[in-house]
């Protein structure tokens, strides 16, 4: 453009951008601070998943459909956060549940006059991390309303593995039913409430894997129809029975759940071949793919409905 040496704009038409500009500015300000304090007065959810692949690209395919996934997106407000849950080792579970603390304790200090309700969900270590989380609230004093737990276990001694912290005011746990036989190793976390608090503790067992309860259930299992959980995770609709691979080298290359296990555990091709068996053999259970999938649903149902009727009337909820 050619100015001919002269701005091409004189000091009245300065002016009027310059008040437009400061007229935006401050509406958007305006708006920024209704949201903030709208936000403010709305209900808090943290949610952390469970266990799954170190590849985040791979985790978000296998939890896409998760239980504490799905909370989060139906959520309804941005008062609002979600975290994967741990790889295999489990040693990032304690800096999760720190990580959920800080997110709702920052929301928390910046709520409006009218009074604000905290909900955490995690499953399997990520319900240990959100109990985690919700023992480090207690200790400032800060509430939580509702806490929703998927089969939550614990692998790290960060904290005590029974108790729900007293700040909790109802505790909804589905719990895998342990006649499943699905990870009989991994035991439970917070499976009561602490003693003298007036924690309102309900569960629930379901006939569905480990990870049904957490609404990524097995879409494989072997040959005789019962899902075995030492296969390579598929979901539902990937296919149907699938057979031990027949040679001692695919034995040991085909599952990488087992590979990453064997590597602490079983050193030397021999050693790991017979903790392969030995692993495949205890991860057998009783659970079919009909059932993983109508338990798994029951699973959703019954949380879900627990945290609709939570969130509108918490003097719904009986104290029996």
Known sequence: MNWNGAFPFDSHDMSVLYTREVARYEEQRQRDAQAAAANAALDIYAGIDGTGPYSDRAYEVEFRNSFVQRLYRSWGNEARYYRRGPSLDGVSTPALGIGAYRSVRERYR????????????????????????????????????????????DRQPFNSPLFIPPNVRVCFHARRDPKTGSRLLFGSYATRRTPGAATIYKQQYFFCTHGGMGGTP???????????????????????????????????????????????????????????????????????????????????????????????????????
């Not at 903790?275 to 659970?287: E, G, I, L, P």
């Open 110 to 153: 910046h709520k409006a006059l009218g009074p604000k309700r905290i909900f955490l969900a995690g499953y399997s270590r990520g319900g240990a991390a959100v109990v985690y989380a919700a023992s480090l609230l207690a200790l400032e004093g800060i509430p939580v309303d509702g806490l929703f737990l998927f089969d939550a276990v």
């Open 218 to 320: 097995w879409g494989v299992a072997d040959p005789d129809g019962y899902i075995n959980e030492s296969n390579d995770y598929r979901p539902p609709g990937a296919g149907g029975a699938q057979r031990p691979p027949a040679s001692p080298v695919d034995r040991l290359a085909g599952d990488r759940t087992t590979r990453e296990i064997l590597k602490y555990t079983a050193p030397g091709a021999n050693g790991a071949l017979e903790a392969y068996d030995a692993y495949r053999h205890f991860s057998r259970t009783k659970v079919t793919l009909a059932q993983e999938q109508a338990e798994s649903a029951r699973v959703w149902i019954w949380m879900s409905t627990a945290l609709k009727v939570l969130r509108k009337d918490l003097a719904a909820i009986p104290v029996s």
